[in-house]
């Protein structure tokens, strides 16, 4: 059996394995030995002509391949990237208002105190404006953890907000306005409930001023290292704001709130070919039916829009969106040339071992968890959003970077699909994994929360598991675990600094 | 008081705050406040004349500096950098064999099974090929630390290395070869015991070949998580791996070795304008006197060298290493100018407040704790050593960033100089602390380790200060806990990687 997605494609994709000379389905017969997941020629396919997945161009036929034939990355001349001109000229020819009904239209979430998307979780969040404080906040966060945090029961956690930049980095070059805009919006970021608490060294280059207004820069909200009396003090300092800071959360409760005061992100990584047709498609289904009852939904990755890039301008509700599009894409086509790569440095290893021939390929399948939903905005990484509804957040695709980026943007959940698998979590946000198909399940049973590999089988519909994830997503943000966050894991924050160090 | 340092100095370092009109000594009044360690013209200065401290020009005078005035960074224009063609002519122009004589020969260190330098510390290192394992090696780790490890009382730590790299990066990208570089002679730092335990996810880029020599790439010594049936299975794997590693390390035992068998790093960071006065040459005092005793000891930092790279010339024994050494700063300063930015993007607004008006002064400074020794090599960020004595490895000078990059290329303790002060540590090796004035040790006396300001106050000499380091070092060497060891601190690892993210 295979899985085909759109009646102009002449490649399906094999849901297991196959051996040389076995039928396929529909009196394919198997010329080689073809694994799960990857692609087989539905018919014969000269020297140079496309090769047809999701009803797009993934690329052009280096040889003859005869049906029955395998196709990978050897088979696979990569065409251009679609022009980034006139962008514009795509807006709107395909706005979608018929989106999937949604079957519940509240959460019980933390009413955010300053107004704006409300909290998934409770928890306080110590800032740190520069690497050299981590050593020391870490010692006081095990403290805190173990200490003083049980008498706190309304707090969910104590979160160090470590990251690598800060300091011994270019601080005026251009392009630090990412790293800085990122420390700065993580601050306000729902799940940290508008306590603000900042660790700061004393002579590095992200001053706090950079990362906090001057209503906020102060005795209250600031602990200076270099002003402590040595290690202790510094330990002691910590724990004291802590304790103010977690009286103040703990008195936050759940309370039932409209979607539209709920923000979240999807991301994948470690995707596979089934990607795009059993996990993907199921998020973007969930996202509309999340858009469609008023929720604000991000989805990101540069390297694997760019090939889609006019699918997603058509989407967009005004020109100048689709403007900011072609900019954000501009932008990381020259960064990358930069140092003589393209977007062909994507995909991975173990994307290519998941059937996923090339970049092309990756990014129809990465688009799909996206939905049908009109595009309303577009962000700069880490910016936050003026709107409500679907937006396209320019992120890098690392998972660990775009974690991070889509956290600082407001997100309060993140949804994460996976082929190969990966135990990427956050520790500022709930993230819910769910997987391409049925053997990751089977083998990671304890960290997948949501199987979509039963599409791909064919005894569930995208719609049932796109309903099945919608209902989890909203019991996440309600306040149920997931299964990763029951174990406490936690990738670390990696902060997108496109800026030399120095 | 001031300091002046050499007879050609028009300039002055203040050893305290000083009000205006107050008597600095040798007749100048100030003719403003000055804070301490910041400098006063000692004589009348035109305007475009030069500032001359340590003998060089730190630059020119923007207006007329009367005697008496405070020189600051808004004072001096800065001058162009040394010219790094034909640097080779430099070669051997300083060399000086006459060095302090080592008054101890030998250490208490771990051998190294591979032969090699000496470890100061026995640690189990858990090396990852990608962040994206982090979560559950962290869980792991915590684990061990508290049920297995206490059971081999000879092994001092058990220590993850994580880090940002592994994938969702420009991996061909020609520069990616700097963190690959890294991650892999991370491996074979000698405090490990020449144990290999590897942590893969399974479909990143940074793939364990490329990690590993075909030899130990085995199921002795890497563990992929997508092999493994779920979280629980992960866990169990890399406990049971670590106890099979552990028992290893645990029949180390440390034995009297000679003093070639120590490689050391120093580094600086958070300076002020006394570390060049006092911290940093007694640093130097004691390098020489590890050289002269056999040891190899690395200096770095890229943009704190540039500025004086012509004295540095000087000393290297070959024309080879000049070469190496015009490279690597030719290298650095396209990477800044990529970003328009240049050297001047360091100092850090701590290091001005501390008295550093420019990255003249500030590499002059940090110039000085490679001592006086001849330079036997240089070596790319995170290279592996072929020789024996002082060392320049060209890393960047941010000290979260050049930690990594030392441990790399093989120290097993680094000796760290401040002014400022920073709690800075690292897990798999010590770092001894030392820190510039009096007034730092009186505020962070149970994190600095060794304190310099005596030489500024007059009560202690270069000589003797150095003596004492030379004596901690090797006490540390042979076992001794540092002060911040003994909390437990330690800064995350950032890998410097220089090719862009995908």
């Known amino acids: 059996m295979y899985v085909k997605v759109n009646e102009r494609d002449n490649v399906g994709v094999v849901i297991k394995d196959y051996k040389k000379g076995e039928d396929i389905g529909d009196g394919i017969l198997a010329l080689e030995d073809i694994p799960q997941a990857h692609k087989v020629a539905l018919k014969n396919i000269?020297?140079?002509?496309?090769?047809?997945?999701?009803?797009?161009?993934?690329?052009?036929?280096?040889?003859?391949?005869?049906?029955?034939?395998?196709?990978?990355?050897?088979?696979?001349?990569?065409?251009?990237?679609?022009?980034?001109?006139?962008?514009?000229?795509?807006?709107?020819?395909n706005i979608i208002y018929n989106l999937p009904k949604p079957i519940r239209q509240t959460f019980m979430g933390f009413k955010n105190p300053n107004g704006g998307y409300a909290g998934t979780r409770n928890i306080l969040a110590i800032h740190t404006t520069v690497q050299c404080v981590t050593g020391v906040l870490n010692v006081a966060v095990k403290k805190i953890k173990e200490e003083i945090l049980p008498k706190y029961p309304n707090v969910d956690d104590v979160v160090a907000i470590n990251h690598a930049y800060g300091c011994g980095v270019a601080i005026n070059a251009l392009e630090a306005r990412v790293p800085i805009r990122t420390l700065k919006n993580l601050i306000s970021n729902p799940n940290f409930g508008g306590e603000i608490m900042v660790i700061s060294l004393g002579c590095e280059k992200l001053t706090v001023d950079k990362l906090l207004d001057e209503k906020d820069n102060n005795k209250d909200n600031v602990i200076i290292l270099q002003e402590k009396h040595g290690f202790k003090d510094m330990i002691n300092s910590i724990i004291e704001m802590a304790e103010i800071k977690l009286a103040c959360l703990n008195k936050r409760h759940r309370e039932e709130l409209p979607l539209s005061e709920l923000c979240i992100g999807m991301q994948c990584g470690g995707s596979d070919a089934f990607s795009g047709v059993s996990a993907n498609p199921s998020a973007g289904y969930a996202s509309d039916m999340l858009v469609s009852a008023g929720a604000t939904v991000m989805f990101s990755e540069v390297t694997e829009v760019r090939d889609g890039v006019h699918h997603i301008?058509?989407?967009?509700?005004?020109?100048?969106?689709?403007?900011?599009?072609?900019?954000?894409?501009?932008?990381?086509?020259?960064?990358?040339?930069?140092?003589?790569?393209?977007?062909?440095?994507?995909?991975?290893?173990?994307?290519?071992?998941?059937?996923?021939?090339?970049?092309?390929?990756?990014?129809?399948?990465?688009?799909?968890?996206?939905?049908?939903?009109?595009?309303?905005?577009?962000?700069?990484?880490?910016?936050?959003?003026?709107?409500?509804?679907?937006?396209?957040?320019?992120?890098?695709?690392?998972?660990?970077?775009?974690?991070?980026?889509?956290?600082?943007?407001?997100?309060?959940?993140?949804?994460?699909?996976?082929?190969?698998?990966?135990?990427?979590?956050?520790?500022?946000?709930?993230?819910?994994?769910?997987?391409?198909?049925?053997?990751?399940?089977?083998?990671?049973?304890?960290?997948?929360?949501?199987?979509?590999?039963?599409?791909?089988?064919?005894?569930?519909?995208?719609?049932e598991k796109g309903v099945e994830l919608f209902n989890y997503i909203l019991d996440v943000a309600s306040g149920k675990k997931t299964l990763a966050e029951g174990y406490g894991l936690a990738n670390d924050l990696c902060i997108f600094n496109p800026a030399p160090i120095t």
């Open 46 to 93: 000269r020297k140079g002509e496309e090769v047809i997945r999701y009803g797009v161009v993934l690329g052009y036929a280096i040889n003859d391949i005869p049906k029955g034939t395998w196709i990978n990355e050897f088979s696979l001349e990569l065409p251009k990237s679609p022009s980034l001109d006139d962008l514009e000229n795509e807006c709107c020819k």
């Open 313 to 463: 301008a058509k989407r967009c509700l005004e020109e100048t969106t689709c403007k900011k599009l072609a900019t954000e894409m501009r932008w990381y086509d020259n960064y990358l040339a930069s140092a003589e790569v393209d977007r062909s440095a994507n995909p991975t290893p173990g994307n290519k071992k998941g059937g996923l021939s090339n970049i092309v390929e990756k990014a129809m399948g990465s688009i799909a968890k996206s939905g049908s939903a009109p595009i309303v905005e577009v962000l700069s990484p880490a910016e936050k959003p003026t709107k409500h509804g679907l937006i396209y957040a320019a992120t890098p695709a690392s998972d660990i970077v775009c974690g991070p980026c889509q956290l600082a943007s407001g997100i309060t959940l993140q949804v994460f699909m996976t082929g190969r698998g990966t135990p990427y979590s956050l520790a500022a946000a709930p993230v819910v994994k769910v997987c391409s198909r049925n053997d990751l399940k089977l083998m990671w049973d304890d960290l997948i929360d949501i199987n979509c590999g039963e599409i791909i089988t064919g005894s569930k519909t995208i719609e």
